[in-house]
C-alpha cells in the first residue's frame, strides 16, 4: 500500500494528548485519526453528509474495522491518512485505510461499513447514486458541476446559500445581501451528483474592460474541498470570454488567502463592509 494509491488523503498533525507513555501515540487513537479522515472523504465526494444520508433514508455504521499497526507516529508528526473505497457488497462496501508519515505506511486499515435504517440498524441496500458517486471518484472523475445562468434560473438555490452564509453565519444584514444588480448579473452555481447546491457567486460589470466578481459563498460542510474555487474559476474564464482584461473582488480578510492562491494581488488598504475587514484584490485576464 503507497500513498499514491489513494485518491484523497487527509492532513492531520499529532497533537500532545495523543501520546502515551512511550513517547508514541496511542494505538486507539490511529481509529480516531481513521474516522476523521472518512469525513474528509464525504467532503471529497461533495456531499453534506448528514444532508446527504437524510436523503437517501440511511445511515452508515461501521461492521468492522481491522488495523495492522507496521510503525510508530510521535509528537508534532505531520501525517496523511488515504481513504479509498474499492469493493462493494449489497449493503456494505469494504474501505481500506492507510495513515503514512511521509511515505512510510504506519496503519494499514481495512473496515467494512453496512448501510442501515437509522431506527432499526436493519441492513439496507446501498443505494444506486451513492455506489456510482464513490465508483466514479475512485475512477478520477468530477463530482462537482457548476452553472452558469441569470437570477430567473439559479436565484432560489444560490438565495438559501447567501441566507445561510452572509445572514445566518456572519451576521450580515439581510437587507444588505440582496441588491438590484442580482436580477441583471451572471450566477454561477455549484452542485454536486445529487443536485444539491454547494456555492456560488456572481459576475457583474464594474467599469468598461473590467469585471467583478461578488457573493462568492461556500457551504460551510464543503469548505476546504476546492468547490469554492471550481466557482471562481467558471466566473473568471466567462469574464475572459466576454472580453474583459481584469477582474477585481472584494475579499473577506478571512478569504484573503484563497484569492491570493488563484493568482488575485491585493490593492489599496483594507477597509469594513457590513462590519467585516475586507481588502480589493485583482487578477489579469
Same mark, same amino acid.
Given at each position: ?5 489513494f485518491?484523497?488523503t487527509?492532513? %492531520?498533525?499529532?497533537?500532545?494528548? /495523543?501520546?502515551d507513555?512511550?513517547? &508514541? ?18 467532503? !471529497?465526494l461533495? &456531499? ?8 437517501l433514508?440511511g ?11 507496521r510503525?510508530?507516529?510521535?509528537y508534532?508528526d505531520?501525517?496523511?491518512?488515504? &481513504? ?15 495513515i503514512?508519515?511521509? =511515505? ?12 442501515a ?21 475512485e ?7 457548476v452553472? %452558469?445562468?441569470g437570477?430567473? =434560473?439559479?436565484?432560489?438555490? !444560490?438565495?438559501?446559500?447567501?441566507? /445561510? ?6 451576521h ?15 450566477h454561477?452555481?455549484a452542485?454536486?451528483? *445529487?443536485?444539491?447546491?454547494? $456555492? ?33 474559476? $467558471? ?22 488567502? *484563497? ?25 489579469a485576464?
Open positions: 500500500m503507497k500513498r499514491t494509491d485518491r484523497h487527509e492532513p %492531520l498533525r499529532v497533537r500532545w494528548a /495523543e501520546i507513555a512511550q513517547g &508514541i501515540v496511542f494505538n486507539g487513537h490511529y481509529l480516531t485519526y481513521l474516522d476523521t479522515a472518512v469525513s474528509g472523504y464525504w467532503r !471529497a461533495a &456531499i453534506p453528509y448528514t444532508a446527504t444520508m437524510k436523503s433514508g445511515e452508515l455504521y461501521v461492521r468492522r474495522a481491522m488495523l495492522d499497526y510503525g510508530s507516529a510521535r508534532d505531520r501525517l496523511d491518512i488515504g &481513504i479509498r473505497c474499492r469493493e462493494f457488497g449489497n449493503s456494505s462496501m469494504k474501505v481500506d485505510g492507510g503514512f508519515h511521509g =511515505e512510510q505506511l504506519l496503519v494499514q486499515a481495512e473496515m467494512v461499513y453496512v448501510f435504517d437509522p431506527s432499526t440498524q436493519s441492513p439496507a441496500p446501498l443505494p444506486a447514486p451513492l455506489r456510482g458517486l464513490i465508483q466514479d471518484f475512477a478520477g472523475q468530477p463530482v462537482v458541476d452553472t %452558469l445562468g437570477w430567473a =434560473e439559479l436565484g432560489a438555490e !444560490a438565495t438559501a446559500i447567501r441566507r /445561510e452564509v452572509f445572514v445566518e453565519e456572519q450580515i444584514p439581510a437587507d444588505m445581501e440582496w441588491d438590484s444588480a442580482d436580477a441583471s448579473c451572471l454561477a452555481l452542485r454536486n451528483r *445529487f443536485g444539491m447546491a454547494l $456555492a456560488t457567486g456572481r459576475l457583474l460589470e464594474h467599469v468598461p474592460g473590467v469585471a467583478k466578481i461578488g457573493r462568492m459563498a461556500v457551504l460551510r460542510a464543503m469548505r476546504g474541498t476546492q468547490i469554492g474555487r471550481q466557482v471562481l474559476e $467558471a466566473l473568471m474564464a466567462e469574464a475572459r470570454r466576454q472580453g474583459y482584461r481584469e477582474v477585481l473582488l472584494h475579499a473577506q480578510l478571512a478569504a484573503e488567502n *484563497f484569492y491570493v492562491r488563484a493568482g488575485f494581488q491585493r490593492r489599496g488598504q483594507p477597509f469594513e463592509e457590513a462590519g467585516i475587514g475586507h481588502v480589493e484584490m485583482v487578477r485576464l
